[in-house]
């Protein structure tokens, strides 16, 4: 299963990730920073596993982050 994995504490708040998949992400209001919906919290390290099918979707939002904070596994 495919997992999208985010180093929030790197993360620069410039919210690409929330306008290509608003479904995954929303923006902090308190920080400003990208909050990865319903993840597994380790260690400043977010893991949310998605299905197959939102992945190739997953893989643009990874190219797309300027501070490359996002993986997908």
Not at 27 to 51: E, F, R
Not at 52 to 68: L, T
Request: hydrophobic share 35%; charged share 35%.
């Amino acid at each position: 299963m495919p997992k999208i994995i985010h180093y929030r504490d790197k993360c620069i708040g410039c919210g690409i990730c929330y306008e290509m998949q608003p479904m995954f992400w929303r923006m902090s209001k308190k920080d400003g920073k990208a909050t990865l919906i319903k993840a597994l919290h380790k260690k400043g390290i977010y893991i949310l596993d998605i299905n197959e099918r939102d992945r190739e979707e997953s893989i643009k939002v990874v190219e797309a982050c300027p501070a490359k904070v996002i993986k997908v596994n």
